[in-house]
């Protein structure tokens, strides 16, 4: 990572998977940001993206760098589109986004995939500063994973590169089905969709867990011990594949101290690493990750 100048200010949209975010930032601090539920409607979203994101600029004037955007889903970077957006956003492949900021915003324009924001953010200004080995595992509703090898963030001939790390199988006695078409994936485990379908409950979620689990609850022991398990062996996966020294947790559920011990504890018990140990780092503020990535882009940091 070679940092040059980032006394710059950005306009940084996250597309996510419920909720979009739009953040105005400067030098790495987000000086005012705003969030609305994703619309029916992919135009209808990008429509009010546009309108938000203009009365941000308004009511913090200066001179805006570029709009970054991160999406969940697969981005040609170089040619600023998406290829594949699963979920919320259907169309958006389809959609110039180049001309789109321009007619917009009459702003240059980026766009990266969500998890690979969130790396980007952690090593430009959160808890992953200066690491130039590590992988990033976010845990919220899918399992977003990538990563950074000597200080580069790989992209792959299909920029997919790392990214599809949520779904590497854990276990070869099962069945479970996964949003992308696999089976037994880590995500198919720990994804909080996965954990409602194990609960057999549309309302359970990490919070339930953490406080059934607390409390000694027979079910949530066995929940626990099968999460953790895969959580354990899929992080394993990752480090030993991508010859990380560092393993950064992110996403709301890293949040889970038990959990995130457990699957720790079984990953230095399970690796092999003869050049040393494995570290563990977890994001301070993990809402804000893939908005500083993006703000990355701008700011004359180069990876
Ligand atoms: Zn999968």
Redesign the pocket.
């Known amino acids: 990572m070679v940092l040059k100048n980032n006394r710059v200010r950005t306009l940084c949209v996250d597309l996510g998977g419920s909720r979009v975010k739009i953040a105005v930032v400067e030098d790495g601090r987000v000086l005012a940001s705003e969030m609305f539920a994703v619309c029916a409607t992919t135009a209808e979203t990008l429509a009010t993206v546009a309108v938000k994101g203009r009365e941000l600029m308004s009511r913090h004037g200066g001179s805006f760098a570029g709009l970054a955007v991160a999406a969940a889903g697969i981005v040609d970077e170089a040619n600023r589109r998406v290829v594949i957006c699963n979920g919320k956003y259907a169309g958006l492949e389809d959609i110039d986004l180049v001309s789109w900021a321009q007619r917009e915003f009459a702003l240059d324009f980026r766009i990266v995939n969500d998890a690979r924001a969130a790396l980007m953010g952690e090593l430009a200004y959160g808890c992953a500063k200066g690491e130039a080995d590590a992988v990033i595992v976010i845990l919220g509703t899918g399992v977003g994973v990538s990563s950074v090898s000597g200080g580069h963030i790989v992209r792959g001939r299909h920029f997919v590169h790392g990214l599809l790390g ?2 590497i199988p854990v276990n070869f006695d099962d069945d479970r089905r ?3 078409g ?1 089976r037994n ?1 880590l ?2 485990y720990v994804g909080s969709w996965a954990l409602k379908e194990m609960a057999g409950d549309p309302t359970y979620d990490y919070r339930s867990l953490e406080q059934d689990y607390a409390a000694g609850d027979a079910r949530a022991k066995t929940l626990f011990g099968t999460v953790s398990r895969a959580l354990g062996a899929g992080t394993l996966a990752l480090a030993h594949m991508f010859d990380v020294e560092t393993v950064i947790w992110s996403g709301g559920v890293s949040r889970f101290t038990a959990l995130i011990d457990e699957a720790q504890r079984l990953v230095l018990e399970n690796a092999w690493t003869p050049w040393g140990k494995i570290r563990f780092l977890k994001a301070a503020d993990p809402e804000a990750s893939v908005t500083l990535g993006l703000h990355a882009l701008y700011s004359g940091i180069e990876f």
């Open positions: 949520g779904h996964c949003t992308c696999g994936c995500e198919a």
